[in-house]
């Protein structure tokens, strides 16, 4: 039962109480937050993407968590409502100077601060390792910190110069409150899209087959189709005026083309002056015409019936 030797065991030894919870460093937890990718668990190492909640991952991690979703990955939680490579937005963050890596310490001899970071705000020279709250803005990727927003209230972005509102905010790492709200615009941002898709759809629908009626009846074709006769009339006038001019230019070169010169001749030779015998030869001389009882009332075969 031990206590050999003359020891003495004491109460909190022998009786055991409730067991304490397991602290964890505050250093260290910032130093995974800022310094290494979510999904894959590497050092960031550019191009660094971040997602609506506002966690920072490697570009190549997030390819390959959308091309390979299987069950086995425990991180995969992580980046779940990550959908596709249009929900993450590429940072563009501006290098700290005063960061020399792993040059400095090739021999391992050297102590590694912990606390110096490898980016900054390219605005007021905050360095990005979790002490200072930083943001990014969804519309172009630009990475400031949340001091540098407050101080130079701006509708622009102070390096790109794009417009932006409250919206495009996102606050990177932020605390549980903030990925909330996060949470929140991301549902109803989404939300607008599935809407605008919806609306868009019969729209385009009724767009084509406006279309498609305009190229079948076009308007030209809609007044000859409601009135038939209109339309046969005007043909036929149109030919029969056609007829005489296509006669008069062929000249007699055929019997249907002197009809109508005989026409023209008829009227003519009345009003003339040439002699009565000449006139007698044809059918409009008063000669040539009968009265009703001279005429029989059989019909004859002969031109002077009438």
């Known amino acids: 039962m031990g206590c050999d030797g003359g020891t003495i065991p004491k109460?909190?030894?022998?009786?055991?109480g409730p067991k304490k919870v397991e602290k964890v460093d505050k250093d260290a937890e910032l130093v995974a937050q800022w310094n290494y990718c979510t999904l894959s668990q590497e050092i960031l190492r550019r191009p660094i993407v971040a997602c609506e909640l506002g966690r920072l991952y490697n570009k190549d991690a997030v390819i390959e968590f959308l091309l390979d979703k299987s069950?086995?990955?425990a991180l995969g939680k992580a980046a779940s409502h990550i959908k596709s490579i249009k929900n993450v937005t590429e940072l563009k963050l501006s290098d700290n100077p005063a960061w020399e890596g792993d040059k400095g310490n090739t021999k391992g001899d050297k102590h590694d601060d912990l606390q110096r970071a490898r980016f900054i705000c390219?605005?007021?020279g905050l360095e990005m390792n979790g002490r200072h709250r930083f943001c990014f803005l969804r519309c172009c990727g630009c990475v400031f910190s949340e001091r540098a927003l407050k101080e130079i209230k701006a509708e622009v972005c102070h390096t790109c110069g794009v417009a932006f509102q409250e919206d495009d905010v996102i606050v990177l790492n932020g605390t549980k409150e903030d990925v909330e709200m996060l949470k929140k615009r991301m549902e109803e941002r989404r939300l607008k899209v599935k809407?605008?898709?919806k609306t868009k759809k019969p729209k385009a629908a009724e767009s084509i087959s406006k279309s498609n009626v305009s190229e079948e009846s076009p308007g030209s074709s809609k007044v000859k189709i409601g009135k038939p006769e209109e339309t046969g009339l005007d043909?036929?006038?149109k030919k029969t005026n056609s007829a005489p001019k296509s006669a008069a230019t062929n000249g007699s070169s055929s019997g249907k083309a002197e009809k109508p010169l005989s026409g023209a001749t008829k009227r003519s030779i009345v009003n003339s002056e040439e002699s009565e015998a000449y006139k007698s030869l044809f059918t409009t001389h008063s000669s040539a015409k009968r009265s009703k009882e001279e005429s029989a009332h059989w019909v004859t075969h002969t031109s002077y019936c009438f």
């Open 235 to 237: 043909s036929r006038e």
């Open 195 to 197: 809407l605008e898709k």
């Open 71 to 73: 069950a086995e990955k």
């Open 122 to 124: 390219p605005v007021v």
């Open 11 to 16: 109460r909190h030894e022998l009786v055991k």
